[in-house]
């Protein structure tokens, strides 16, 4: 990614200014500095990604195409960073939220808001659908119920749980047996690497013939919505990262300007700090992708992975690594990263509209806890309609859901450079690099969101018999 300079006070130290001569800590400039006060919020965001990207989305990839889907997955990080970067940017150098700006975009009044709640519950019931049924794939084997019937079990227990926000210790376990999994990914990668035939066939070119053709257009519309995670989580880490208080948050919680030049080397500071953090957890993502992407193409390439084989699969793909009790290992770790994901949806979903919907009625009066429980209910109960009429259908739930995010958030990005630039003081501006970053990645965006409604509406056939006349 394009880099800025200029960033002078990065060493931990103070400064005063105002009327009140209010000192004000910069961030600290060392790494064990760094990490002890200011790292968090990119993790909490990251463990919104290792779910259906990684668990079910990154070997389907590497089972179909090899260690091509590294690259695929790439380009994808690569193109959707901006998004993120912009949020950041705007959260540490004007001092809120992106959402809270939103009803500045031109158009009818608050229409960007009124998406965002649109997109936290419709489409965050769809996603949590998803991932849940994915979790519930895993355990089905293991209890007397139906997979679909499994999955109302538990997101009913997840909702609960969000509900009266007595979670924190069963997220922790489900955090600690995430990382467990992300070690085991990484280690057994290193330990059983692809095969050196597989390597040669798939590390830089694929067979696109015929059916793979349609195949690939899905996976990849598929992996451009859910990888790393949808942009509407420029929200969610918005919030997180404001709970921490720093950067022009803190100026504005002490009466002072953010616009004040005296304080553009404390906010240019903070803009650095606050995408260094985001940086780790977005190389963690990818990694930990990149990590499940080897394995399946070492265990499973070029054999599918489908809905009624995605938990035997899965369990597969360390067994050449480390042995028969890797199976037990897998399951475990990646029903723990989905439904924690799951879990995480549901409160980032309830959250978020909670705090969006008295924005768009410009309404402050409106009880957000209310909202909040309300959301929870409402994905709870049409999550569990939508599996039981589907059914056991996690990897097809999972491509088509991510398909359609891939069309349906891209706004985002857009709504966040078009905020930052309207109310970040113009030293903190994005430079000439970081715009033509943006501009050629959201035309890499658009064109995503393109193959996505090429794959939901089944027009490559179509377009494959054009392209012969139109050569």
């Given at each position: 990614m394009?880099d800025?300079s200029?960033e002078r006070?990065?060493?931990?130290?103070?400064?005063?200014?105002?009327a009140?001569?209010?000192e004000?800590?910069f961030?600290s400039?060392?790494?064990?500095g760094?990490?002890?006060n200011?790292f968090?919020?990119?993790?909490?965001w990251a463990?919104?990604s290792?779910?259906g990207?990684h668990?079910?989305?990154?070997?389907?990839?590497?089972?179909?195409f090899?260690?091509?889907a590294i690259?695929?997955?790439?380009?994808?990080?690569?193109?959707?960073y901006g998004?993120?970067?912009?949020?950041i940017?705007y959260?540490?150098?004007?001092g809120g939220?992106?959402?809270?700006?939103?009803?500045?975009?031109?158009g009818?009044?608050?229409?960007?808001?009124?998406?965002?709640?649109a997109?936290?519950?419709?489409?965050?019931?769809?996603?949590?659908?998803?991932?849940?049924?994915?979790?519930?794939?895993?355990?089905?084997p293991?209890?007397?119920?139906?997979?679909?019937?499994?999955?109302?079990v538990l997101?009913?227990i997840?909702?609960?749980?969000v509900f009266?926000?007595r979670?924190?210790?069963l997220e922790?376990?489900l955090?600690?047996?995430?990382?467990?999994?992300?070690?085991?990914?990484?280690?057994?990668?290193?330990?059983g690497?692809p095969?050196a035939?597989v390597a040669a066939e798939?590390?830089l070119s694929?067979d696109?013939?015929?059916?793979r053709?349609?195949?690939?257009v899905g996976?990849?519309?598929?992996?451009?919505?859910?990888?790393?995670t949808?942009?509407?989580t420029?929200v969610?880490?918005g919030?997180?990262?404001?709970?921490?208080?720093e950067?022009?948050?803190?100026?504005?919680?002490?009466?002072?300007?953010?616009d004040?030049?005296?304080?553009?080397?404390?906010?240019?500071?903070?803009?650095?700090?606050?995408r260094?953090d985001f940086?780790?957890g977005y190389?963690f993502?990818f990694v930990?992708?990149a990590?499940?992407?080897?394995?399946a193409a070492n265990?499973l390439?070029?054999?599918?992975?489908?809905?009624e084989?995605?938990?035997?699969?899965?369990?597969?793909?360390?067994s050449?690594?480390f042995?028969?009790?890797s199976f037990?290992?897998i399951?475990?770790?990646?029903?723990?990263?989905?439904y924690?994901?799951?879990i995480?949806?549901?409160?980032g979903a309830?959250?978020?509209?909670?705090d969006?919907?008295?924005?768009a009625?410009n309404?402050?009066?409106?009880d957000?806890?209310l909202?909040?429980r309300?959301?929870?209910v409402v994905?709870?109960v049409?999550?569990?309609g939508?599996?039981?009429?589907l059914?056991?259908?996690?990897?097809?739930?999972v491509?088509?859901i991510?398909?359609i995010?891939a069309?349906?958030e891209i706004?985002?990005?857009?709504?966040?450079?078009?905020?930052?630039?309207?109310?970040?003081p113009?030293?903190f501006h994005?430079?000439?690099?970081?715009?033509?970053?943006?501009?050629?990645?959201?035309?890499?965006?658009?064109v995503?969101?393109?193959?996505g409604?090429?794959?939901q509406?089944?027009?490559v056939p179509e377009?494959?018999?054009?392209l012969?006349?139109?050569?």
């Amino acid at each position: 990614m394009p880099d800025e300079s200029g960033e002078r006070r990065t060493d931990g130290g103070t400064a005063t200014g105002g009327a009140a001569d209010v000192e004000l800590e910069f961030p600290s400039g060392d790494w064990a500095g760094f990490f002890k006060n200011h790292f968090g919020p990119s993790m909490l965001w990251a463990l919104i990604s290792i779910g259906g990207s990684h668990i079910v989305l990154g070997p389907t990839m590497g089972a179909f195409f090899g260690l091509f889907a590294i690259w695929i997955f790439g380009l994808i990080y690569i193109a959707k960073y901006g998004a993120w970067e912009l949020g950041i940017r705007y959260n540490y150098g004007v001092g809120g939220n992106p959402v809270e700006a939103y009803d500045q975009l031109p158009g009818p009044r608050n229409w960007m808001q009124w998406y965002s709640v649109a997109v936290f519950v419709i489409g965050y019931v769809a996603i949590t659908a998803g991932v849940g049924l994915s979790s519930a794939a895993l355990v089905g084997p293991l209890v007397p119920l139906s997979v679909p019937q499994t999955f109302v079990v538990l997101i009913a227990i997840a909702g609960g749980l969000v509900f009266f926000t007595r979670y924190s210790l069963l997220e922790k376990i489900l955090l600690g047996f995430t990382v467990a999994l992300g070690v085991l990914l990484v280690l057994g990668a290193i330990v059983g690497p692809p095969s050196a035939d597989v390597a040669a066939e798939t590390a830089l070119s694929i067979d696109l013939g015929g059916e793979r053709t349609i195949i690939f257009v899905g996976l990849f519309a598929a992996a451009a919505g859910f990888a790393p995670t949808g942009f509407s989580t420029s929200v969610l880490i918005g919030s997180w990262s404001m709970a921490k208080g720093e950067g022009a948050s803190q100026l504005r919680e002490e009466g002072l300007d953010p616009d004040d030049e005296r304080y553009h080397d404390y906010i240019r500071a903070w803009i650095r700090t606050g995408r260094r953090d985001f940086n780790i957890g977005y190389a963690f993502s990818f990694v930990l992708l990149a990590a499940m992407i080897l394995l399946a193409a070492n265990v499973l390439y070029p054999e599918p992975i489908d809905d009624e084989n995605f938990a035997f699969a899965l369990g597969q793909v360390l067994s050449e690594s480390f042995g028969e009790w890797s199976f037990w290992a897998i399951i475990v770790g990646g029903f723990a990263a989905l439904y924690s994901t799951v879990i995480t949806l549901i409160d980032g979903a309830s959250r978020a509209t909670g705090d969006i919907l008295p924005m768009a009625l410009n309404d402050r009066t409106v009880d957000r806890e209310l909202v909040r429980r309300a959301v929870i209910v409402v994905i709870v109960v049409v999550a569990s309609g939508m599996v039981l009429a589907l059914g056991n259908v996690p990897v097809t739930f999972v491509v088509t859901i991510a398909a359609i995010l891939a069309v349906t958030e891209i706004l985002f990005y857009p709504a966040n450079w078009y905020v930052v630039k309207k109310n970040l003081p113009e030293a903190f501006h994005p430079s000439r690099r970081w715009v033509a970053y943006y501009a050629i990645s959201l035309v890499a965006v658009l064109v995503f969101g393109i193959m996505g409604a090429i794959a939901q509406f089944d027009l490559v056939p179509e377009l494959i018999e054009l392209l012969p006349s139109a050569g």
